[in-house]
């Protein structure tokens, strides 16, 4: 007889756990002569059932995902090494074995319930069926004690709290599932793992728990008892099951997303489903969330960091309070740590401790750095650091944040348990015996000396090692080398501030008293992403006096709820009004890297505490800044002007679109203009962002990750355009909206000779694109001719102008233009209108003047666009004015500009010819090209600074005239890099797809190169290493001529010389016009020869041919006809590859390949990063050895010996 098919709830739950909470469920189908087992009805009995479908009730209460099957052709019970779940998902073990079970539950003993069921190395769990995320339930493996045959088909799996029975298909597949769970019982018992979390049934059930507690779940009457642990949330029906290690099911946090929904409730997004909780009280979710998110960051991180330096049984618990298995660290201090204890070393600052996770800031675990961690440990750490700690003042893992604190800054800042050093309080032997120590294993020796006063940069003595730095390289020492890198800024503890927890500033801050209710959100580790609604605040009675801000419960109560140290802020910011629930809100950020929102009805009373706070934190140097009516103010560390060595902290106030910043010397510097910025970039896996604005450059530093945030949101916000006025765009330097500039230079550049330019419209959806890109940021958009057309970009320019505020002309002034029109003399006419023009603001009379400047351009070409001055005239004569075009004097006002430019913008001579030369540049080189896509709009060219990287990116104007020197000295310039005597700074032009590079000459233009660079070639600025041993070369031989062999490869079918594929054997003679290719040195006359002036030289060979060596150049050659000819030449030697360059590039140069007068030279000042070195982008090929070397030898040439001679 058949098995009936059973009624299924798409539930977390079984149906005997739904039967108890809803006991209306419709009954299931029954089958008489099931086992005795099941009739006794104290056992959860599981059958294999035959075929069968399902039906599904109306009521179901859980998201079942249509996951793809993980067993493609896998049948019930069969064995299967595929990983469980769905790809998104990490698997705790691969799935050992899965197929369709029959459940039984203890209420009926002929209630068949139809599962999938899957076995892996720590659970058996069921589903509703094989595409299903989430079990209904879980049992694991560690808690099986003996599984063993109870009939036919069937088998008993006996745990420690319940039994559980299955039935098989047949009796085969009965036994094979008997084998498979008695052998990974059994391993599991033999390895002794490490208990998971439902395997704790008898020992203390919350060891491992983050969090634990109930919860109601959205679909269910009664609440869930929920855990949090590491990377997962688990889910039981109650605490009872949670103490049987018998659960419901578990969620990877890796795919999981938390989000707070109301007062009380948030939920848990995945993928395949939407888990939302409610807690019992605000604070409660808070928690609950805060838990979640971290849990979020557990299954996100990497923990082989972590693993390894646990290895050494000191690192497994905190070096400060003993918390166990502590996931942070000092990298300077070499202490392993717990989260709550890094909180308070934050606090400390970069001087005292360095902090970085184990598990997130994967970069800066170097192979020695972990090493050092290894040999170190926080045993020997505390064996100096903490040599003399009473047990009255040690902390444990139940310590609160103000006896952490407390401890740390007596621990750490001033040294007051340290084992002090026998030289303690002698300088000079400090550093004599720190010298000594760094060429030594004696890595404890060195941490003695060095925070007992030693100078990490102390004088040496010996010139080759001026630096225990250098010492320890020279002597091989990598661990110390690691030591002393990571301690280079450090501070040595100053006993002197035993009496006082204040930061060292030189003078004390004032001391501020106010007092108030104010409205106040829980703190926060993350920046606020949605508007907090009044119901998210508590009112607080809140005191600031004597240096900390407070808050209570009310103003009777006398033991504050929490309090902030002025001395722990770094940043306060005044939110606009209605930002969020409350009228009035401001944000206070500390060290800790937590940010507290605080609110208040009355905006008068809101911004009285917000002086008061500002006042007190804000060091007296730079109390100036406290009169700005400041959006965001705090302290940063930067660099900028000629101190870009070392980072100063400096203190900064943002204003509408203006930054203020103000030195720690109390010295204000020139505001930046932000809008005029000329690059806004972050470096350095957002660490640093860079503002380069009229060539001066300041670099942010991120030291606390939220509060730098903050900062870097608020000045991109601020730098973009705000508004639909003028003087609210983005601006370039001399005050024209940045995209009006882009469009004028793009259609300047690609559009003067277009037919009916600006009379033809362009496509709507695309103007509109456009326009909402430029006005966004136009300094992200480059326009790019083929990408973008010309009649878009024009469209794009007059739509700007039409839907502008207050329009070009102003509304104040725009009707005196239009009577202008009426003046018959045409020198008062002209005298009107300049007198109109310096009426107008600064920033529309510039962009007037850049307008009717391109206007003018335009109609010089009317014999090819057809757009004379009376046609462009009709055209943005409304557009202008932004009128109908029923008004005549609209068009004649722009007519009249148009016509007399030169006079009423008083043009001279001078920019006329620059103008004049731009334009046949461009025409030049836009009849020479011939086809491909071409970067252009505002000219803009992407120039990287030594290699190609992110942070290394400069975006740079390039006028028609502007020669590779001039681009060089630029890139210099704004990154403030040193020309020194010996340095020759080059622009590159690189060839990725053929693996080469360029050096231009000093003299060429940018602008036509830039044009011809495909889409896998750019241009970098670097130091030509070679430089000089050419010049040396040159100026040693004689005659002006190079001859002999290379080995010469053509590319495939192009140059007809016979030769199929390989390198082979050619003799050359080059000579100051011609390139000739001879069989052999006997040959009389060439098999090829090649005028030099064609000819473009670069280095390198592509891999991918196998050139014989790695000294190697790539030519290309293209002739009158445009036909275009590449082939690759190979050198024996280096210096031979170096003779041949030097010579093509004086040829092709006429003799001058560097300037006579030496560049005037720069500010001495030092580079800015020393991460960037001179290496080259491109290596030359050949074997894994020579490719190391060649760049190197291309830099080190045996004539550089005749400087001796």
Known sequence: MGRPRSLRFNSLFSEDEFGEEHPNAPPAKYELGCCAVCEAGDMLCLCVGKGGGSSWSDRDLSLHPSAPDTFPGSSAGTLSDSMEGTSATTPLSPTIRAGWLDKNPPQGSYIYQKRWVKLDADYLRYFDSEKDTYSKRLIPVSSISRVSSVGDQKFEVVTNNRNFVFRAENDADRNEWIRTLQEIAEERKSKAPERTLMSLATDSATELANKSGFLELRGFKHKLFVVVSEDKVFLYKNAEDYQLGIGITYIEMNVGNVKEVDRRGFDLTTPYRIFSFSADSEQEKEEWVEAMQQSITEALSNSEVAERIWAVESNRFCADCGSPKPDWASINLCVVICKRCAGEHRGLGPGITKVRSLKMDRKVWTEELIELFQQFGNMMANQFWAANVPPSEAISPTSGSQERRRFLIAKYREGKYRHYHPLFGNQEELNRALCAAVTTSD?????????????????????????????????GQRLQMEFLLHNKTSEPPRLEMVCSEEKPYSVHLPSITHNGFLYKTPSMVKPISERKGPEEFSRRWCTLQDGVLSYY????????????????????????????????????????????????????????????????????????????????????????????????????????????????????????????????????????????????????????????????????????????????????????????????????????????????????????????????????????????????????????????????????????????????????????????????????????????????????????????????????????????????????????????????????????????????????????????????????????????????????????????????????????????????????????????????????????????????????????????????????????????????????????????????????????????????????????????????????????????TCWGFTVFYENEKHEKQQWYLCCDTQADLREWFATFLQVQNGGALWPLEHPKMRVAQPQQDARLGNISLIPLRGNESEMRNSVAAFATDPLTLLRNV
């Not at 060195?446 to 003595?461: E, M, P, Y």
């Not at 104007?957 to 403030?976: G, N, S």
């Open 443 to 475: 890595l404890a020796e060195t941490q003695a000396l060095l925070f007992c006063g030693a100078s990490v940069t102390c004088d040496t003595g010996d010139p080759q090692c001026p630096t225990p730095l250098a010492l320890a390289e020279r002597s």
């Open 553 to 1108: 419960e009310n103003n009777r109560n006398t033991v504050p709820n929490g309090e902030i140290r002025v001395e722990e802020i770094v940043c306060l910011v005044n939110n606009p009004l209605h930002a969020h629930g409350i009228e009035s809100t401001f944000e206070v950020y500390t060290e800790a890297d937590r940010l507290y929102l605080f609110g208040l009805e009355s905006p008068d009373s809101a911004r009285e505490w917000l002086k008061s706070i500002a006042k007190s934190f804000v060091h007296p140097c730079a109390e100036g800044l406290l009169a700005l009516d400041f959006e965001r103010l705090g302290r940063l560390h930067y660099k900028g002007g000629l101190t870009l060595e070392h980072a100063q902290e400096g203190w900064f106030a943002l204003v509408g679109s203006t930054l203020h910043v103000c030195s720690e010397d109390g010295c204000r510097q020139e505001p930046l203009q932000l809008r005029k910025l000329q690059e806004l970039s972050i470096q350095g896996d957002h660490e640093v962002l860079v503002l380069v604005e009229r060539r001066r450059t300041l670099y942010i530093q991120g030291e606390r990750k939220l509060d730098f945030l903050g900062w870097v949101h608020a000045i991109q916000k601020a730098a973009g355009s705000s508004g639909d006025t003028l003087s609210e765009q983005q601006l370039t330097e001399s005050d024209v909206p940045l995209l009006v500039d882009r469009c004028i230079d793009y259609i300047t550049q690609c559009g003067l000779t277009s037919e009916g330019i600006y009379r033809k419209s362009g496509q709507n959806s695309k103007t509109t694109s456009l326009l909402e890109a430029l006005q966004r940021d136009a300094r992200r958009v480059r326009l790019k001719e083929g990408e973008h057309q010309v009649d878009d970009v024009a469209n794009t320019l007059k739509r700007f102008f039409r839907d502008l505020g207050d329009g070009l002309f102003t509304r104040q002034w725009a009707p005196d233009w239009l009577w202008a029109t009426a003046l018959e003399d045409e020198e008062a006419k002209v005298g009107e209108y300049r007198q109109l023009l310096a009426a107008l603001p600064p920033v529309n009379r510039a962009t007037l003047k850049a307008l009717i400047n391109h206007l003018f351009r335009i109609q010089c070409f009317s014999g090819e666009n057809q757009m004379t001055t009376h046609n462009l005239a009709i055209v943005f004569g409304p557009t202008l004015f932004q009128t109908d075009g029923k008004d005549y004097k609209a068009g004649r006002v722009v007519e009249d500009l148009i016509s007399h430019y030169v006079e009423i913008f008083n043009v001279n001579d001078q920019e006329m010819k620059k103008q004049q030369d731009e334009i046949t540049a461009i025409m030049k080189m836009r009849e020479a090209s011939s086809s491909g896509t071409q970067q252009a709009g505002d000219f803009i060219c992407t120039v990287y600074l030594e290699e190609k990287k992110t942070e290394t990116e400069q975006h740079v104007k390039i006028p028609a005239t502007m020669t590779a020197e001039e681009l060089t000295f630029e890139i210099l310039d704004r990154r403030k890099i040193v020309m020194k005597e010996k340095d020759y700074w080059s622009c590159f032009e690189v060839n990725e797809r053929e693996e080469a590079e360029r050096p231009l000459h000093y003299s060429e233009k940018v602008l036509p190169i830039l044009h011809c660079l495909g889409t896998e070639s750019y241009l970098v600025v670097k130091k030509q290493m070679s430089m000089e041993n050419m010049l040396i070369y040159l100026a040693s031989r004689v005659g002006d001529c190079k001859h002999g062999m290379m080995k010469f490869r053509e590319e495939r079918n192009l140059l007809g010389l016979g030769l199929s594929t390989g390198f082979h054997d050619r003799y050359f003679i080059l000579s100051h016009s011609w390139l000739r290719l001879y069989k052999e040195v006997r040959s009389h006359k060439p098999e090829k020869e090649w005028p030099v002036r064609n000819l473009k030289v670069y280095l390198g060979v592509k891999k991918k041919l196998r050139p014989p």
